[in-house]
């Protein structure tokens, strides 16, 4: 099962990118102590090593170099500000540095091909073999980017992408992604620039407004929470964590739909992702077995995208973040009773109607009420059907199975992704230890059955 690196490549930006200073903004600052978004895509490959290093390796190298040109920011790295007034900036060097560029990694794994590209539960540490390591430097600086290419020989493909939070958000990532793969289709020869690739990106930093002067508030208030925070309690003991998949079929939301609109009381927001969150919320409540006490509370966590929301709007192609986090509870024992999934979806409704009030209204306490939730251990979720991840092309077709692996950093995490095929509806994506993987497995099965 052992996965073998056969080559670590510095992929610069070709042409060569301009490079330059771009400040942080007040969306992308609470994501500075983060980590990376991971995913890897799976694709079938049914050819020989030879084939992998002379066919498809070198159009994959191109394209990415081909793509970095627009997306040059993730060449860089964030430093801190050189005037020392505690900020920090992304820079990249530009021109032709040279040495400046994303690190790629091409490796061949042993590993069962099938096993990993299904949905069914693995350990979460063979994906882990998939996904590249951001660089670390000793200077206080950080590499924003890096891929990998892994062979399973005569099987298949997996590409893993890692991009820390703090460049961008899942719209741009995907947006990343979708360049390089429309690139490689180009390198190709199977597709013209002009079918393949998406608009290129939206640098300019500036169109994210900050009049309040959010981002060094944000980052004042990290510092002095990290000051005074008393020390970390010591690590538990290692939990084998498995990753698994739950498809919500476009029937199963419907009946969810139908289901909620005839029991709950007043106007529900009924999109499918509310039935597919409620769903998994619902469920999650019952593998953690909490008591149904009445004074108890569960919470979920979910970001919003403000592009458009923003007055005026910015576009969607921008690169960075433009998230805002909807704060959702409700009481435990609600949750756990036959209607916790009309419960839940009448709270995140109401949360998702509440910013018709303003997108960044109470902006300046978000952060703080996240920290406050921790010790609640919230349902949070990651990705979305919205971005499209089944639809990444690098010419092999669409991918068998994509994962968002980064997602075991948060206890009660959950991804979405719009399901592998049109019928499919939405994937949920869940990390768990083993044990409550089988509750947890159990009781969506038993929730779909009763619709």
């Known amino acids: 099962m052992a996965t073998k690196v056969l080559d670590r490549l510095t992929v610069a930006a070709s042409p060569p990118a301009p490079g330059g200073v771009l400040p942080l903004t007040f969306f992308d600052v609470p994501w500075l102590f983060t980590g990376p978004v991971e995913r890897v895509f799976f694709y079938p490959y049914p050819h020989t090593a030879e084939q992998f290093s002379a066919r498809l390796l070198p159009p994959l190298v191109s394209s990415l170099s081909a793509a970095l040109h627009w997306f040059y920011p993730l060449l860089g790295r964030v430093r801190p500000c050189p005037d020392g007034g505690g900020g920090y900036e992304f820079f990249s060097a530009g021109g032709d540095a040279g040495e400046e560029g994303v690190e790629l990694t091409v490796a061949e794994s ?35 980017a890096a891929a990998q290419v892994t062979l399973f020989a005569g099987r298949g493909i997996a590409v893993g992408v890692s991009i820390h939070h703090v460049a961008c958000d899942d719209s ?3 947006h990343f992604v979708k360049t390089w793969a429309g690139q ?20 300019d930093r500036g169109v994210v407004a900050d009049p309040e002067g959010l981002a060094a508030r944000t980052l004042d ?11 970390p309690p010591p690590p538990p003991p290692p939990t084998k964590l498995v990753i698994a998949s739950f498809a919500v079929s476009r029937d199963h939301i419907d009946k969810l739909k139908q289901r909620i609109v005839a029991e709950g009381s007043g106007r529900v927001h009924c999109s499918a992702f509310t ?20 004074e108890r509370r569960a919470h979920l966590l979910f970001s919003v995208e403000c592009r ?9 192609e921008y690169l960075g973040n433009c998230l805002r986090p909807c704060f959702v509870e409700v009481g435990l024992g609600e949750l756990l009773g036959g209607d916790g999934v009309v419960a839940g979806a009448a709270a995140i409704g109401a949360s998702i109607r509440a910013l018709d009030d303003g997108v960044l209204a109470g902006a300046d306490g978000w952060f703080p009420k996240i920290l406050s939730l921790v010790p609640e251990r919230p349902m949070s979720v990651g990705g979305s059907p919205r971005y499209g991840v089944y639809e990444t092309d690098f010419g092999l077709g669409r991918p068998t199975k ?14 979405l992704a719009e399901g592998r095929d049109a019928q499919a509806g939405i994937e949920i994506g869940v990390v768990l230890p083993e044990a409550e993987m089988a509750r947890f497995s159990s009781c969506f099965s038993d929730g779909l059955e009763q619709l």
């Not at 390198?187 to 640098?203: M, Q």
């Not at 510092?223 to 020390?231: I, V």
């Not at 409620?278 to 469920?283: G, K, M, R």
């Open 110 to 144: 042993s590993d069962d091909f099938d096993e990993l590209s299904g949905g069914g539960p693995r350990d979460v540490a063979r994906l882990y073999a998939l996904v590249p390591q951001l660089p670390r430097t000793e200077d206080g600086t950080f590499a924003l």
């Open 172 to 174: 741009s990532y995907m």
């Open 184 to 203: 490689c289709r180009v390198a190709a020869g199977e597709e013209s620039a002009e079918g393949a690739l998406p608009p290129p990106p939206l640098l």
């Open 221 to 231: 208030e990290m510092r002095k929470l990290a000051a005074n925070a008393p020390p």
């Open 275 to 294: 039935m597919a969150c409620a769903f998994a919320w619902a469920c999650l409540a019952r593998v953690d077995g909490g008591c149904a006490d009445a």
């Open 308 to 316: 458009r929301r923003l007055a005026p709007p910015i576009p969607q």
């Open 402 to 415: 994509v994962e968002l692996v980064s997602i075991d950093k948060t206890p009660g995490t959950v991804s």
